[in-house]
């Protein structure tokens, strides 16, 4: 069975990439400080406390935007959160709140989905304790985490296990069949592909 996803979501510009990147402990996102940079989804596979997951990035959500592109980004979200397991929801805690982060919560909230509350840029460790206000998305208790310099990705990756549904893996049966898609862009050969295989294994 596939490993459990967590979708990583949140407004433009909070840090998702930085904290995909960070759980997964590599520089596969791409990182920058204009905004809409991560555009598609972006998967990579985390591993924490013996656990394997699928972690989703994500471009950044503005709720009810008429631009196409911002519209093409929002559906690329909604189908990360459909099919996650887990979402986690990332905010700026040296912007505080903003109107866009409330709209999302509400949201959120409305999916059967559960959420976890990341609030990234808690740079200075004593600042944990001034996380008051985030309780206000109604999203449970805020998880302090600074993506840039690694501070509490560890106590994150710690919820973010727990919170995870545990599946057994059936075992394999011998000669069972393996599934193979075959991707690519328009007129590039896929069903000649495909055709020629089938004639080949018959």
């Known amino acids: 069975m596939a490993a459990p996803l967590v979708a990583i979501v949140g407004r433009p510009n909070v840090g998702k990439s930085t904290l ?38 994500t471009g950044g959500l503005v709720p009810r935007a008429r631009e196409a592109l911002i519209r093409e980004i929002e559906a690329q979200v909604r189908a990360a959160i459909a099919a996650a397991d887990l979402v986690l929801l990332v905010v700026d805690f040296q912007q505080g709140l903003s109107p866009i982060d409330h709209e ?9 989905k559960p959420v976890l509350l990341a609030v990234n840029k808690v740079d200075r460790w004593e600042d944990r304790f001034g996380l008051a206000e985030f309780h206000a998305l109604g999203l449970g208790s805020p998880w302090p985490v600074s993506a840039l310099q690694g501070k509490g990705s560890g106590d994150l990756l710690d919820e973010v296990v727990h919170r995870l549904p545990v599946r057994e ?23 000649s592909l495909v055709n020629r295989s089938w004639a080949r294994n018959g």
């Open 20 to 57: 995909f990147n960070r759980l997964l402990g590599l520089r596969k996102a791409i990182v920058a400080e204009e905004p809409g940079v991560t555009r598609d989804r972006l998967v990579g596979v985390a591993e924490w406390g013996g656990r394997s997951f699928q972690l989703v990035d």
């Open 104 to 112: 999302i919560a509400s949201w959120l909230r409305k999916r059967e």
């Open 169 to 191: 893996e059936a075992p394999e049966e011998e000669g069972a069949a393996v599934r193979v898609a075959v991707l690519g862009k328009p007129n590039v050969g896929k069903s």
